[in-house]
Structure formats: structure tokens, C-alpha cells
């Protein structure tokens, strides 16, 4: 069946597309992509790309124009290794992310579709050492599968400036000495930038790749508080969640941490790199107690730091 509106856990809208390689000889191989349609600002012709810079990663195939603001132009077939059909009939997506606007080619355009992130399987491990750890999640239609791509990993690879670790450099100065935080993130850069972060300010950190990971370790930490008598939080005292997740996405797996009598005592906080007012909205509704977007990443440090106290000095029960 095709993976469209589908029902339970929160909407999800990803546009899907498609690169279109030379393989052995002069066959064809077509790969299938999507990306989170939210981040979308519209689909292009192809344009004529100048300036490329002397320095520059190979995807980078220079800047356009568009409607006066100077683009970088993407081959994202060349950047995931392919050697991509170079056809005039070839989309540029041009999309946003955290602030930064770049346009790729693709070799088509094909649906949007509507699902639920229920719907979306993590990529397992070989799958992610094959693509450079840039599929984030895995999609199963009747004759294809779709590969969402983890976008800001891309670009962060060609403009280092705009990257997580440099904002990760700005991070204010705390000392999370003795406490213990659990971070959910299906992007491997994401999730090992935050755990950076926070390592770096003393946090004791344990990683996660999806919701789903995610709540089977904190339910094994509450039977083992229960085993020994202890609280939750003498196992952990911080749950960090990315929103856009496989199987069980962040307003899920914190609605579940809230509405468990044991382990709603737990601060959470929600980071993505888009939190619009409906997504705010929906995190509140969930139950998040913070919510910060990647340019605020040097503020998580401060604002766990914050919040663990904040819920240490309240009453229990």
C-alpha cells in the first residue's frame, strides 16, 4: 500500500523525487529521495550556475540568481556519489534550512505524501555507513523506496560556517557536573554535535537514535529505579529529543514520557532545526517544557542546566 495518510502519531509531508545515474555501460539506475515538504520554497527549472569558488566541494556547482538574491547551486546526485544524467529537463528544490537557503538539482519531481512518522523506518547501520549517514529515515511503497536524505548534514558539509559545530564553539559556559542527559536524534552529525555540547560542559550524555530507542531505555532505567528503590532521577535527569524522528517522533515519545507516572517527573526539551508556531504549538500540547531551534544551540547547555535544577527543587508526588 502506498505510505500516505496514515493514521496515529504526528502528520508528516514529504516531497519525493528522484536521481536518475548512469550504472554499468549505458544503463540506468533511478534512486528515490524525499525531504521534509515544510522545508520546500518552491521547484525550479534548471538554471545556469556562475562563480564557483576556488575552494568548494565537488556538489557545489556555483551560485544563480533568483529574483535577486544570489543562490548556491547543489548537485546532490554528485554529492551522494552518483554519476547523475545531466538532462535539461533536470528540478531544482530549492529549500531552507535553519535560516540557510540552497537550491539542488534532482533529476525529477514526482508526489508529495502525507504520512505519519509511524510510517517511516529507521535506516539500518549498513545503510548509513553506504550513504555517509545522510538517510535519516526509509519509506516502503509497492515498487520503490524512498530514502529520506538528512538535508543540514549536506549542507553543513559545504559551508562549515553554517555548521552545528560552529555554533556548537558559542555555547555558554556551564558546569553540568552529576548530571545525566538522554538525547533521541536520527542524524548522526545532529546527535553527536549535541552530545558534544554537552559533554563539553560536563554533562554525562547517552545517545539515542529514535523515539523508540529512546523510551525502551528509559523504561529499562524505571524497572531498574524500581528494582533498587531509587527515583528516576538518580538514572538520568534530562530527556533532549529531535522532533522528526522514524517509528516514534519527539511529540509521541513526549506525550508517553508525560503521560507515565514514573518518568513525568523528567524535564524534555525539543530541538529542531524548524520550530514554526505550529510546531510550537504541538510541542507544548505535548507536554515539552523547552522547545530550541539550531540557532539557538549554544543556549541548550544553559537552558538543561536550567531546567534540571528547576525540577530537582520541586516536590515530588
Keep these: 500500500m502506498e505510505a500516505q495518510n496514515g493514521q496515529g502519531g504526528n502528520a508528516l509531508e514529504i516531497i519525493e523525487f528522484y536521481i536518475d545515474e548512469l550504472v ?94 509511524t510510517q517511516v523506518e529507521p535506516p539500518g547501520k549498513y545503510l548509513q555507513s553506504f550513504s555517509m549517514d545522510s538517510v535519516t529515515g526509509v519509506v516502503r511503497f509497492d515498487n520503490r523506496i524512498v530514502f529520506l536524505l538528512d538535508m543540514e548534514q549536506i549542507i553543513a558539509s559545504m559551508a562549515p560556517s553554517v555548521s552545528m559545530e560552529a555554533l556548537a564553539e558559542k555555547a555558554v559556559s556551564i558546569d553540568g557536573q552529576g548530571f545525566h542527559v538522554l538525547i533521541a536524534d536520527d542524524s548522526p552529525s545532529v546527535r553527536a554535535l549535541i552530545a558534544s555540547c554537552l559533554e563539553g560542559a560536563n554533562f554525562a550524555v547517552t545517545k539515542t537514535t529514535c523515539g523508540r530507542e529512546a523510551w525502551e531505555r528509559l523504561k529499562h532505567w524505571e524497572r531498574q529505579a524500581g528494582e533498587a528503590g531509587k527515583k528516576i532521577t538518580d538514572y538520568v535527569q534530562l530527556v533532549i529529543s529531535d522532533i522528526e524522528m522514524p517509528e516514534l517522533d519527539g511529540h509521541a515519545l513526549t506525550r508517553m514520557i508525560k503521560g507515565d507516572p514514573v518518568l513525568q517527573g523528567l524535564p524534555v526539551i525539543l530541538f529542531s532545526s524548524l520550530i514554526s508556531k505550529v510546531v510550537f504549538d504541538q510541542g507544548r500540547q505535548a507536554g515539552a517544557d523547552d522547545q530550541i531551534s539550531k540557532p539557538d544551540l549554544p543556549l541548550l547547555t544553559q537552558k538543561a542546566y536550567g531546567l534540571i535544577r528547576q525540577f530537582s527543587e520541586q516536590p515530588e508526588g
Design 24 to 117: 554499468e555501460g549505458d544503463e540506468h539506475y533511478r534512486s528515490y529521495f524525499g525531504m521534509n515538504v515544510a522545508k520546500v520554497i518552491e521547484i525550479i527549472r534548471k538554471p545556469h550556475a556562475t562563480g564557483v569558488p576556488s575552494k568548494h566541494h565537488p556538489a557545489a556547482l556555483g551560485t544563480f540568481n533568483l529574483r535577486g538574491k544570489v543562490l548556491p547551486l547543489v548537485d546532490l546526485g554528485l554529492w551522494l556519489g552518483k554519476r547523475s544524467l545531466t538532462e535539461e529537463s533536470q528540478k531544482v528544490i530549492v529549500s531552507e534550512f535553519s535560516g540557510v537557503v540552497t537550491a539542488f538539482i534532482v533529476s525529477g519531481v514526482t508526489r508529495i505524501h502525507r504520512m505519519t512518522w
